[in-house]
């Protein structure tokens, strides 16, 4: 989406406007499904989540006015997909893809237990940041589509014309560059 329509959906949202929510759904809503359904793995939690997506930004925006929507609305989606899977995964294991991208990260990242002050997680998610702006810009991409956005691995090949094996040898080099990373500033 430009800048313009953004601005325009905050500018409905700020003014309490009940269409901006339907402009979200229509120009944000297959985005954002598709990253919550790659978390949980279940259409209707992602759609769930889709709906709590669209509370919550009425809820938030005012007072919160992001710089870039479209970023801000994938992280709450996100964040959102993420606590349904915690509550999940409390009552049973699933094997959703991003189950299977938080083992791959098990033995560089610490768990939410060993890192249970806020401080410290804000502290990893800004050596992670910093570590992020070390790589090059398809690289960091690659990481980006696997670990934040729950891409399988056949999603990254297809989007970037890579073969599967560059695909993976790119995140496990990039995962043991940050596993080294993370040693050298302490978090490990």
Known sequence: MEQNHEDRILSLLQK???SALEQIRQD?????????????????????????LLLRTWQTIPPNMP???????????????????HVQTAQKRGGTQFNEALDELQDTLASDENVSAAVEKRELTEAVNRFLETLTPQTRKIFMRRYYLADSVREIVEYYQMSSSAVKISLMRTRKKLNHFLKEEGFI
């Open 67 to 85: 710089k870039s929507l479209r970023g801000y609305l994938i992280t709450l989606i996100r964040h959102l997909a993420i606590d349904r899977y």
């Open 16 to 18: 309490r406007d009940e």
């Open 28 to 52: 944000y809503g297959k985005l954002c499904s598709k990253l919550a359904y790659d978390i949980l793995g279940n259409r209707e939690d992602a759609e769930e989540c889709l709906s709590d």
